[in-house]
């Protein structure tokens, strides 16, 4: 998805925030969900797309901040990654796997066939 | 023999070592309350035969001398903790079933330490919400009514069942989770205590995955010295969680008491919001007197941010959660809707297994994380989250030990009240607590007074990364000038 | 880019109706990491069991589970980027890459995106006109994914997820390879460094390598093409053919006027064709971001040095190596070193030999043995020691070329000292003129029609040399029979 040019505009007043403004349409929330592998009725998808709307609204005064050279926060805690050693202490026990499973035959789980 | 149940959990564990009444006395007691408070919908799983089990093995090991510190003591479980083979569905339709065959870190280091499960408490599903409203099994009633009113509200959320529990006397504490003040919010709206710890602080292996770089487990509980209790035993440095700390566990209990003197408590301006109540001004300001009065040092600070927390929260929450809810496909556990094909089985399958909050969510991180849009959206929100930690990091570097602040901008209000109202306004419950979250920062919700309508309210402090001690002694010394509140039993 | 830096070869294009093709390659290989245990959990990384049974409440996706990362997969992505001469990044971050799909149990892969472990590096063919060098942009690391199979019940499919979580490399070569042959030279060659690092065992069959081929066309000096993208291709010939087939129908497409679509492809080694994936109408959107469960991956620069001081020898310096320290040709060389275990035989027997006579009988005896019986160097029943002995007696003159030969079959199958099966079978070299001398003169006075012939025509001497050798049971020494043919001929 790219961004849509014809629904974002970038706040002509100021170049010192390179934030841009959108709000979606219903189209373009029928596509998330999509992606999001949500179905929606059309009553849905015209509801979510005015509370979206409501939440981009809210979240555009992040574009007030200046944000230049400040560095996308990776972890709050400053700790370094503990890592495993390479010995196998997991697995072995496909029942538990599949114990919750919806379908499941043979220890495999069972999807609607998939074409590729 | 008085009602058991009006114990705190310190005073309880004396009694169970003195012998004054057993473990399973305990226990019976609670099941007979839930039995009594099920119209509080707290519990969405009561689950005796496991608790008399546990009092049991209690009652032997406390006769053995070999007790463990919460030995007997009856808990309430959040529904976002798997507990081994007991329901564990986050209060999600999507779940349906859903019985691990594992225990998270946090329950099974309360069992270990000798607790006693009574079941499993009700929230807002997949911890989106601050009414607990949203939970597939209904909303949960606060034990808190106005005075003179019948009016059912709300006990906040998303750990709304945890809070009901603990101030309705349905256990003698209780697991929560705090992505953006579920523990704190709820805690304020009931007169509980209830404590977020530092990120990194307990494990959240085994906990339903909200937003992972927000999410903290912690406890509700009805006063300071419990929930510092609870905390010693939950929190522990976890090899199956690399985010979990690495750092001895204090004791905390033996910080409530300590003396306030000479600690500097500041004062954010920025939480002083346009058109919040009176009340929670007095409120705070009560606050500051009592810190103030028991030797404390008040300052002025500036956490200049703080309005962003929350529009960055909900960029950043969102995103992660549109990712860790991925997994709930119907394909390897819980709901499973059929489709014509497998994408058709997934949409069914979402669509009715997730409630509207939580796919208000999905849409949103999903939309923010999307093509062309992730570096206005969540990088931006990233980097202003770096900002907000450095205000407090600026703050504690100043000298600063903790900071006061409301809990939350008003107190409970009535279920459905704001079913008709813009997502965002529910949001802003939050405003508050979530700014500690972002800056993965420990803060304690204690409860100070009451409305004009009765209603309990609270204040939050907020810590140095770790140091939940100093937290536990202010709040100890907040509660000893406002005192402890519990609702009526009208139910 | 370097894509300057390759000048178009036209004996490397393709003809098409309106004249030379240039075929550009890029290609991206998935090497399974050569561990015990999975990149983020504690299952078995194993190939090969029953469903689900190397599996973890990880692997599976459990509500609540976290990734806790195994040290061993990273360290193995290290030697490889050392080993493709790349630079190593020392923080690098694993990110989310998010879709649906059964046998992708969390909703999204673990991998890296924007940071990887591995930065640039090369890969070196040896391509009949010279070295080709091919650059690497990038190494990775990130998680395999489950199995699904389609053909166990008419509306359903299985889905495995014992793969799901294997540690994989994938190395992204840029679009500098020109032809099916470079990239048959470039799988191998990778294969070879892999290997020699133990990184990755290279077993395409069982998957555990995988190569994604990225194939466009362009009329020599014009701009790239749109490309194809051929997903999962498990073999080094069918990834041949697959760049043969595939160039063809762009070229096809383009010369009848037509565009090429930018789209995923399949090869299907029956039919010989690529075809269009049909997923295709979804647009992909992966919403990479970083993962939230994994702090960024920071590495002690010392602890990289530690495992690149613990790098074996590599198969291009080995190769340069074995040229100069044996005196072997460079194409014996590369023959030699495409696997760490034949190289090292070589050198356990060429110690203190003849280089060259080692490397050829190595080559054209073992290894052609080896290759009939579909075997390795690991599993050769001829031991250093053995063949040693078997070249040494050539070498002394115990025995002839042929006679070695034969030696050598015997070893092979019935297995024995050679000097001992010399002595025991009478294979000895006969040396001793007087024997030899009689059987010429038996040959030539049986046969006194075609002596006349051979003093007339010289170079039919060889017959009588041929018969003398058959006399003599092969054992005669064939530059003394040679001699004494010539001699008793009176020829010369
Ligand atoms: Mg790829
Ligand atoms: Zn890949």
């Known amino acids: ?116 | 023999m008085t009602d058991l149940t009006s114990l705190t959990l310190a005073e309880a564990r004396d009694a169970l070592k003195a012998k004054t009444f057993t473990a399973v006395e305990l226990t019976d007691a609670y099941l007979a309350a839930m039995e009594a408070a099920r119209g509080l919908n707290a519990y969405v799983v009561e689950t005796p035969e496991i608790a008399r089990d546990m009092a049991k093995a209690s009652d032997a090991r406390l006769a053995a001398g070999q007790a463990g510190p919460l030995e007997g003591l009856p808990l309430g479980i959040k529904d976002l903790y798997a507990t081994k083979g007991v329901h564990t569905q986050a209060c999600s339709h999507i779940l349906d079933r859903f019985k691990p065959v594992y225990e998270s870190t946090v329950s099974a280091n309360l069992w270990a330490d000798g607790a006693v499960m009574l079941g499993k408490l009700n929230m807002d599903e997949f911890a989106m919400g601050s009414s607990n409203e949203t939970s597939h099994y209904g909303p949960v009633v606060n034990p808190w009514r106005r005075k003179g009113s019948d009016v059912k509200l709300v006990p906040g959320g998303s750990s709304g069942g945890s809070a009901a529990a603990v101030a309705g006397r349905l256990c003698l504490g209780a697991t929560a989770t705090d992505t953006g003040g579920s523990i704190r919010q709820p805690a304020a709206f009931t007169g509980t205590v209830g404590i977020k710890p530092t990120y990194g602080r307990c494990s959240r292996w085994g906990l339903v995955a909200f937003a992972s770089s927000l999410d903290q487990a912690g406890p509700i509980a009805r006063d300071v010295r419990d929930a510092a209790i609870l905390l010693k035993s939950m929190a522990s440095v976890d090899p199956r969680d690399t985010t979990s700390v690495d750092l001895p566990v204090p004791d905390y209990e033996a910080a409530v008491g300590k003396s306030v003197k000479g600690l500097r408590i500041g004062i954010p301006k920025e939480y002083r919001l346009d058109g919040m109540p009176a009340e929670i001004d007095a409120l705070w300001r009560r606050g500051i007197d009592i810190l103030r009065e028991a030797g404390a040092e008040i300052v002025d600070i500036s956490l200049p941010h703080t309005k962003y927390a929350l529009p960055a929260y909900y960029i950043v929450a969102p995103a992660e959660a549109s990712s860790n809810l991925a997994r709930y496909d119907g394909v390897r556990y819980g709901l499973r809707v059929p489709g014509s094909d497998i994408i058709d089985m997934y949409e069914n399958t979402r669509a009715a297994g997730f409630g509207a909050e939580v796919k208000r969510r999905i849409l949103i991180g999903t939309y923010v994380l999307s093509a062309g849009y992730y570096d206005a959206y969540y990088l931006r929100a990233q980097k202003v989250r770096t900002l907000i930690k450095r205000d407090f990091e600026l703050a504690y570097a100043a000298g600063v030990d903790a900071i006061l602040t409301p809990a939350t901008p008003s107190a409970a209000f009535g279920i459905g009240e704001k079913a008709d109202a813009d997502p965002v306004e529910m949001y802003l419950n939050d405003v508050f607590t979530v700014t500690v979250n972002m800056a993965g920062l420990p803060g304690i919700a204690v409860p100070a007074g009451l409305s004009a309508e009765g209603l309990p309210l609270g204040l939050q402090l907020i810590g140095r990364p770790f140091d939940e001690e100093t937290l536990f002694t202010l709040g100890a010394a907040i509660e000893k000038a406002a005192g402890t509140f519990s609702p009526a039993k009208w139910w | 880019m370097n894509m300057a830096v390759r000048t178009p070869d036209p004996k490397k294009m393709i003809k098409g109706a309106t004249g030379d093709w240039e075929v550009i390659i890029g290609l991206e290989v998935h090497a399974q990491v050569t561990s015990n245990a999975k990149l983020f959990s504690g299952a078995s990384a194993t190939f090969g069991a029953e469903p689900n049974m190397h599996v973890s409440l990880v692997d599976a996706a459990m509500p609540g589970m976290l990734p806790v990362i195994n040290e061993e997969c990273v360290a193995q992505a290290i030697r490889t980027g050392l080993g493709l001469k790349a630079a190593i990044n020392l923080y690098s971050v694993f990110d989310r890459k998010n879709y649906f799909y059964p046998d992708l149990p969390q909703g999204y892969q673990i991998s890296q995106y924007k940071q990887p472990i591995v930065g640039e590096g090369k890969v070196l063919l040896d391509m009949p006109e010279g070295i080709v060098e091919i650059g690497i942009e990038r190494l990775h690391l990130e998680q395999d994914a489950g199995k699904s199979i389609h053909d166990q019940h008419p509306t359903m499919s299985f889905v495995d997820l014992n793969r799901s979580g294997v540690a994989l490399m994938e190395i992204v070569s840029r679009p500098d390879l020109r032809s099916s042959e470079e990239v048959k030279a470039y799988l191998a060659k990778l294969r070879t460094i892999l290997r020699y690092l133990g990184t990755c065992d290279g077993n395409m069959e069982e998957g555990s390598m995988r190569a994604d081929i990225n194939v466009s066309v362009r009329k020599p000096g014009e701009p790239l093409g749109t490309r194809c993208e051929i997903k999962n291709v498990n073999s080094m010939r069918f990834a041949a053919q697959a760049v043969e087939y595939e160039a063809r129908r762009q070229i096809g497409i383009i010369e009848d006027g037509g565009e090429i679509e930018q789209e995923t492809r399949l090869y299907d080694p029956g039919k010989g064709e690529t075809r269009s994936m049909r997923s295709k109408e979804e647009a992909h959107d992966y919403r990479y971001f970083p993962d939230p469960d994994l702090l960024p991956l920071e590495l002690d620069p010392s602890w990289v040095d530690s495992l690149k001081a613990g790098l074996p020898e590599l198969p291009d310096e080995k190769k340069a190596r074995f040229i100069g320290d044996y005196g072997v040709t460079p194409y014996d060389a590369m023959v030699l070193t495409l696997e760490r275990a034949s190289a090292d035989y070589y050198e356990q027997v060429a110690k203190g030999r003849d280089g060259k006579a080692v490397a050829n009988f190595m080559i054209n005896e073992l290894f052609g043995r080896l290759n009939k019986d579909g075997k390795g160097i690991e599993a050769s029943p001829v031991s250093p020691d053995q063949l040693g002995a078997i070249v040494d007696l050539i070498g002394d003159g115990t025995i002839s070329g042929k006679i070695a030969k034969d030696l050598f079959e015997i070893v092979y199958t019935e297995g024995g000292d050679p000097k001992a099966l010399v002595e025991a079978r009478g294979l000895r070299q006969v040396t001793d003129t007087g024997a030899i001398e009689k059987a010429v003169d038996e040959v030539i006075a049986a046969n006194p029609d075609k002596a006349e012939q051979a003093r007339a025509k010289p170079t039919l001497s060889g017959w009588f040399v041929g018969q003398v050798m058959k006399a003599t049971g092969g054992k005669a020494n064939p530059q003394a029979v040679n001699d004494l043919v010539k001699q008793k001929l009176g020829i010369e």
């Open chain 1, 1 to 116: 998805m790219a961004p849509r040019r014809d629904r974002c505009y970038t706040r002509e007043h100021s170049s010192l925030f390179e934030g841009i403004y959108m709000s979606v349409d219903t189209a373009t929330v029928r596509r998330v969900a999509r992606l999001a592998r949500i179905k929606v009725t059309d009553d849905e998808a015209e509801r979510m797309t005015n509370e979206l709307n409501s939440i981009l609204g809210f979240v555009e005064q992040l574009n007030e901040v200046d944000v230049a050279g400040v560095e996308p926060m990776t972890s709050v805690v400053s700790v370094k990654m503990r890592r495993r050693q390479d010995v196998v202490t997991d697995g072995e026990d496909a029942a538990a796997v599949v114990a919750n499973a919806p379908v499941s035959e043979d220890n495999f789980f069972l999807v609607p066939k998939v074409v590729e």
